[in-house]
């Protein structure tokens, strides 16, 4: 079974973290192989990159910032945050009402949030 070889400057139509729809992203980067690196929403502009065709990471949107990572705040899922020691994060899952999984660069860690 052969597998599709990409190039640069190509678009699929991907989930866009951001938008949480289908939209069409362009291809920005991408190994010997074909495989996709990094992709941006041609909607709201958000970057993602990939590792061995798994989205590893949300860069976060030219004309949004993410505000620092508080335990008190209440998050959702896709929301970007920025914390002090892991860096740029999304929101994969909010697990309990207390408990989000965050993926930071290829890791998710588990946080805490909405806590008075």
Not at 21 to 28: A, G, K, P, S
Not at 45 to 61: L, V
Request: include cysteine.
């Amino acid at each position: 079974m052969k597998t599709k070889k990409f190039e640069a400057g190509e678009t699929v139509e991907i989930q866009c973290a951001s938008c949480e729809l289908e939209q069409v992203h362009t291809i920005e980067t991408v190994t010997k192989q074909g495989k996709i690196t990094k992709t941006t929403c041609q909607v709201c502009g958000t970057g993602n990159t990939y590792s061995k065709g798994i989205k590893t990471s949300t860069a976060m949107s030219k004309t949004k910032s993410s505000a620092p990572y508080d335990r008190t705040n209440k998050y959702r899922k896709g929301q970007g945050m920025m914390h002090s020691i892991f860096g740029p994060g999304e929101v994969t899952a909010v697990i309990e009402p207390q408990k989000i999984d965050v993926l930071f660069g290829d890791r998710t860690r588990r946080l805490i949030h909405a806590q008075q």
